[in-house]
Structure formats: C-alpha cells, structure tokens
C-alpha cells in the first residue's frame, strides 16, 4: 500500500504566485504564498473581522456562513439605525413646520380680530354721528316751529332769535371766563408795552363806570383813536369790557346796568394782571 502524501499549502498557490512571493519574501515581505515570512497560502484580510478575513480561518463552513449572517445582520442594523434618523429628524422638521404655521395662523387670527374691532369702532363712532345728525335736524325743527308759533302771536321769540342748534348745545362761559380768556389775549402783546398799557387803561374804564355815578364814564367811545390804539385794537380789549357788563351800541360801548360784583371782580383780575406784566418788564 503506498501512503498518500498531503499537497503542502505552497503547491495549491499557482506557480507565478509561489515566485514573486519568494523574491518578496528575500525582500522581506510576505508574498501571496508567505514568502520568507512564512505566512499561509491565502490572502491576507483586507479588515480585521471582515469577510475577507474567514479566507485563511480555520473556521467550519458551518461557522463561516453564521459568520457572514452576523456581518449582515450587522450591516442590516446599522441601515437600519440610518434610515431611523431620517425619519426621526423628518419628524422633528415636521413638528417644527407645524409649529410655525400654528404661530403664523395665530397672528394672522389676531390681525384679524383687530381689523373687526377697529370695524366696529369705525361703525360705532359714524352710527353716533348720524343720531348726533338727526338729533340736531330734529330739535332744529322744534325751534323753528316755536320760532313761527311765537311770531304769529307776536311774540319775543321772532325768528332770527336762534339760528342754529350750537347756539343751544354749546356751553356759554360765564363773564369771569370771558374776562380771564381775554387778560390772557392782551397779556401775548409785551412788544412796547401794549398789553400792559392796554390793561392799565381798562383798570381806569372799568374803575370810573364802578365808583362814579357821571354817566359820561358809562359809555366808551369806540371810534375815539386811543381807545382803538390801546384797548378795542387789540385781541381781548373788547371782549375784556362786555364781559365786564358794558354792551354794544352804535360806535360806543354802554354800560347800562351796574353789576358791582362783576365790575369789583374785573378790576381785580386787571390789577393781578398788570402786577404781573410790570414783574415780567
């Protein structure tokens, strides 16, 4: 019986193999079948673990396929983890994307609302306008009628006496109102002492129609040229006196009854107000 010899690792390299690793391995280089290194007749692996790396094993083919299945399901899990954060960063994007279009649905709601209100506001404010309109029409109505029922009894109401409702409606002053609203006017004129002048001049008026009973001093002349320069030329010289009591006539001012109440008030706003404009220079 002749025993059968085992091919050594070196003769299943092919021959072109077999010399190049020898001149690598007198290199000092392993070659594709060990060369001088003595390394086995296989491809080194590419990876550590990697499938490349079952060539040279010594591993059962029953192990090597469990092997690669683990490599695969391996890969499997990591494309798997991949595709995971995709869809995990996709839904963040989307809870992002709807949190935005909430927001911007919000504030155009609100841009809304106050449009509406300010709608509202507009409607409210043109409806009490118009009863204000109607109001007015209405009582100008009446007045005309108790206007021409007075007339044609002869009457003090004539027409003529009221022309439109603002002369109902608005709030009158009272003479001290008037009278301050007046110092106020001739006090703006301090250019060559005018408003001081004037003021002064009123004090003398005013005075003389209060504490003298001549009736020369119950009427002013107002076409006189220093009554004009100093007192009636002036913004509130005029006003100032028929607050005071005196009342118009043709080219004067008359005073016809004497209200010593009022007329002692006037001289003492005037007196206040000349102390203050010699303060003032």
């Not at 009272?174 to 002048?197: I, S, W, Y």
């Not at 001549?214 to 100032?240: C, H, M, Q």
């Amino acid at each position: 019986v002749v025993a059968r010899r085992e091919p050594s690792t070196a003769s299943l390299v092919p021959r072109g193999h077999r010399a190049r690793g020898a001149a690598e391995g007198a290199r000092g280089r392993p070659g594709p079948s060990g060369g001088a290194a003595g390394g086995r007749g296989c491809i080194p692996p590419s990876r550590p673990g990697g499938i490349m790396g079952l060539c040279g094993s010594s591993m059962t083919a029953e192990e090597k396929k469990a092997k690669a299945r683990e490599l695969q399901a391996l890969a499997r899990a990591k494309r798997a983890a991949k595709e995971a954060a995709y869809e995990e960063e996709q839904r963040q994007r989307e809870i992002v994307r709807r949190k935005e279009a909430a927001a911007l649905a919000d504030s155009n709601l609100k841009d809304e609302i106050k449009k509406l209100a300010a709608k509202r506001e507009r409607e409210k404010k043109k409806k009490e306008k118009e009863d204000d309109r109607k109001y007015k029409e209405e009582l100008l109505r009446k007045i005309a009628i108790d206007r021409a029922e007075r007339a044609a009894r002869g009457g003090a109401g004539a027409p003529g006496t009221v022309t439109t409702v603002d002369e109902i409606l608005k709030p009158k002053k009272t003479p001290e109102e008037k009278m301050d609203a007046a110092v106020r006017a001739l006090c703006q004129f301090r250019r060559n002492g005018q408003g001081l002048t004037a003021l002064k001049t009123l004090r003398i008026l005013v005075n003389n129609a209060l504490t003298k009973d001549d009736d020369k001093f119950k009427s002013i002349n107002t076409d006189n040229p220093k009554i004009k320069e100093r007192v009636t030329g002036l913004t509130g010289g005029k006003a100032f006196l028929l607050a005071a009591g005196f009342e118009k006539g043709e080219g004067q001012l008359v005073l016809r009854e004497r209200d010593e109440a009022r007329m002692t008030a006037a001289v003492a706003k005037l007196d206040e107000a000349i102390e203050f404009m010699t303060k003032m220079g």
